[in-house]
């Protein structure tokens, strides 16, 4: 069964300092990778997305992931974080063909002064 | 603007009482969907729908009910038979063959 794993739940960071926040996912067809944030009591925003050509995807925000088929990964990364980027970050995964998001757990970034 | 709105932001219920939660959208979209959202478990699909008058249960449908009479609307029922209602409640659309979903900014059901 196709599933995403976000192995931090908390990630604690300094202001400018730079951050990845992992993302492994598990399928066995083509897919396509999403990654959205959410700040509190808020719906959820996409950051940037995977959808097939150049493994480096940038988004806004100054946020770019990496697709890595053999390690079935896609984590985020920024290379210096602002107080204003303390959120919480998803991870997606959708099978070509279908309409449906398999979300990981989640992982909040809290970046520190 | 284009977008999506869900109302109420804050929703009270007595335990037993259904309650409908309301998702509007003007992006055109064919395909709209609700997901219940709990701390430390993502987000999880409840129902989807890709066209008006039809639409298919996700993974935790229980105790849900939904109706698509109208492209820009997709209601969500929270009936008694659902043992543990209080969640955040997100509703999100999407353009049939294009994976990227845009979210509400939620509905917070809190069962009293």
């Known amino acids: 069964a196709q599933s995403v794993t976000q192995l931090d739940s908390q990630v604690p960071v300094f202001e400018e300092a730079p951050v990845e926040l992992r993302c492994n996912y598990s399928s066995s067809v083509s897919v396509y990778l999403f990654w959205y944030v959410q700040y509190p009591n808020q719906g959820l925003q996409l950051l940037l997305k995977?959808?097939?050509?150049?493994?480096l995807v940038k988004g806004i925000n100054g946020f770019e992931a990496e697709f890595n088929k053999s390690q079935t990964s896609f984590h985020l990364r920024k290379p210096s974080v602002h107080i204003s980027d303390t959120a919480e970050y998803f991870c997606?995964?959708?099978?070509?063909?279908?309409?449906?998001?398999?979300f990981g757990t989640g992982t909040r970034l809290k970046v520190l002064a | 603007d284009g977008g999506i709105t869900q109302s109420p932001k804050y929703l009270f219920r007595k335990e037993g009482q259904n309650v409908t939660l309301s998702c509007e959208q003007n992006l055109n979209h064919d395909a709209m969907y609700w997901y219940r959202q709990d701390p430390g478990q993502g987000l999880r699909l409840i129902y989807y729908?890709?066209?008006?008058?039809?639409?298919q249960k996700g993974d935790i449908a229980e105790g849900y009910s939904v109706s698509r009479e109208k492209k820009e609307s997709f209601p969500l029922t929270v009936t008694s038979a659902q043992k543990n209602p209080t969640a955040f409640y997100l509703c999100a659309s999407s353009i049939v063959g294009n994976n990227e979903q845009f979210f509400g900014p939620g509905t917070r059901l809190t069962v009293l």
């Open positions: 995977y959808l097939s050509g150049s493994t």
């Open positions: 997606a995964v959708s099978d070509l063909g279908t309409y449906k998001y398999i």
């Open positions: 729908s890709q066209i008006v008058n039809d639409f």
